[in-house]
């Protein structure tokens, strides 16, 4: 038996997943040029699919939806969109060359922001995830 992260489909899922995030981030590159050397596109990106991330992982735990199902949506907008619409790598990157740069305030705020902000972010699409799921489709309680 294959393993599972060797599947053929599950590896498409990821890729397609990965090429539309990738696309996505540079869609948000374009739209949000460096404001005085700020890498905000980066940032964005970050805060954004950290939202994100939390909101899908948390709306398919409580959906109770099949395991297959569950875990096709998960490689394809987890692994695959979010892996490619989010960059730890160009966060790192651009970290290092503001402080490189002598912007020590600036690249010690972009830092600490991205991780912050980041882990808030992440909070707030769990809570919004689990919020949705429990007003059910006609605001009642759906547990």
């Not at 050397?37 to 398919?60: D, M, R, Y």
């Amino acid at each position: 038996m294959r393993r599972a992260h060797l599947r053929p489909g599950q590896l498409l899922l990821v890729f397609l997943g990965g090429a539309a995030g990738t696309a996505g981030r540079e869609a948000v590159n374009l739209l949000l040029p460096a404001l005085h050397g700020f890498p905000s596109a980066t940032f964005a990106v970050n805060i954004l699919g950290a939202l994100l991330l939390g909101l899908l992982l948390e709306s398919l735990d409580r959906a109770g939806s099949s395991p297959k199902s569950a875990r096709r949506m998960r490689l394809l907008l987890g692994t695959g969109f979010m892996g490619g619409f989010t960059t730890y790598s160009t966060f790192a990157v651009d970290g290092a060359l503001l402080l490189g740069a002598g912007s020590v305030g600036l690249g010690v705020l972009y830092a600490l922001g991205c991780v912050v902000l980041g882990a808030t972010a992440s909070w707030c699409g769990i809570l919004l995830g689990a919020t949705r799921r429990r007003r059910g489709a006609c605001g009642e309680d759906a547990r």
